[in-house]
C-alpha cells in the first residue's frame, strides 16, 4: 500500500537495551523526519534527512541515531535507551521543506522504556 | 521558541462554525501559517496554509488579517470527527526555519 509506515507500533524495552524504530515510505519523497510527541512539549524534531545518506540533527537529537541508506528508509536508533525516551515517536516525509510541500506522518510508535 | 500563540482549548456545537484563532505577530514577510491538526493518537495531518491572502479548500478556510499578525482557521460546519488539537504554525518558504516546528496548539472539542 502507498503511504507512511511505521513499525513497531507499540515497543516496550528496557533501559540500556539498542532499539530501532522504523519508517518506510513509497513516495520516493526526498525529506523525512523523525519527531518525538510527550506530554506538555508537544512534537519536537529528532533529526531529518534532505537525502539518502544525508542527515541532519533537530531539536532533541542527543541519545538517537539515524542512518538514510534508501530513500524510502528513515530508521531511528536508540542506543541505549534511557526511560526519558518514552514517548510517542512519529515519522513525516515530505517532498521538500520549503512552502507548498506538506508533511505527511505516520501512525507513530508508542515506546516504553522499563 | 513558539512564534505562535494559541488558546489552549475552546469547544463548540456540532454543525456550527469553529473559528480557531491564532497569534503570529512577529511573523516575517517570507513566512506561511500552516495548520495542521491531530487526531487523538494519530499523525498530525495537512489541513492548510497560507501566506496574505484568505484561502479555503475542502476541509476549512483561513483567514490572515492584513497586517498578517494573526489569521483564523474556520471549520464551517464541525462534526463530532472534528474534535482534535489543531496547530497554528509559522513557516519560512525556505532555510533553516522551514521545517515544521509545533507548539502546543489548541484543542477543540466538538459536543453534540
Known amino acids: 500500500d502507498a503511504g507512511i509506515t511505521q513499525s513497531p507500533r507499540y515497543k516496550i524495552t528496557e533501559t540500556g537495551r539498542q532499539v530501532t524504530l522504523m519508517c518506510h515510505q513509497t513516495?520516493?519523497?526526498?525529506?523525512m523526519f523523525w519527531y518525538r510527541q510527550d506530554l506538555g512539549h508537544g512534537l519536537r524534531l529528532i533529526y531529518y534527512?534532505?537525502?539518502?545518506?544525508?542527515?541532519d540533527k533537530g531539536e532533541v537529537p542527543d541519545g538517537y541515531v539515524v542512518s538514510r541508506s534508501k530513500t524510502e528508509n528513515f530508521p531511528l536508533t536508540l542506543e541505549s535507551a534511557t526511560r526519558s525516551q518514552t514517548s510517542v515517536y512519529f515519522c513525516?516525509?515530505?517532498?521538500?521543506?520549503?512552502?507548498?510541500?506538506?508533511?505527511?506522518f505516520g501512525s507513530g510508535t508508542r515506546l516504553t522504556v522499563v | 521558541d513558539a512564534k505562535t500563540t494559541q488558546p489552549p482549548s475552546m469547544d463548540c456545537a456540532e454543525g456550527r462554525a469553529a473559528n480557531l484563532p491564532c497569534n503570529h505577530s512577529?511573523?516575517?514577510?517570507?513566512?506561511?501559517v500552516y495548520w495542521y491538526r491531530q487526531i487523538h493518537s494519530q499523525g498530525p495531518q495537512y489541513i492548510i496554509h497560507?501566506?496574505?491572502n484568505n484561502e479555503t479548500n475542502e476541509m476549512a478556510s483561513l483567514i490572515i488579517t492584513e497586517d498578517r499578525k494573526s489569521s483564523t482557521l474556520i471549520l464551517p460546519h464541525a462534526t463530532l470527527r472534528d474534535t482534535a488539537v489543531y496547530y497554528c504554525?509559522?513557516?519560512?518558504?525556505?532555510?533553516?526555519?522551514?521545517?515544521?516546528?509545533f507548539g502546543k496548539g489548541i484543542t477543540l472539542s466538538v459536543r453534540p
Open positions: 513525516a516525509s515530505s517532498e521538500g521543506v520549503g512552502t507548498g510541500y506538506g508533511y505527511t
Open positions: 513516495w520516493s519523497h526526498s525529506y
Open positions: 534527512s534532505a537525502a539518502a545518506d544525508i542527515t
Open positions: 512577529t511573523i516575517s514577510g517570507n513566512e506561511y
Open positions: 497560507g501566506l496574505k
Open positions: 504554525i509559522v513557516r519560512a518558504s525556505t532555510g533553516a526555519n522551514s521545517k515544521l516546528t
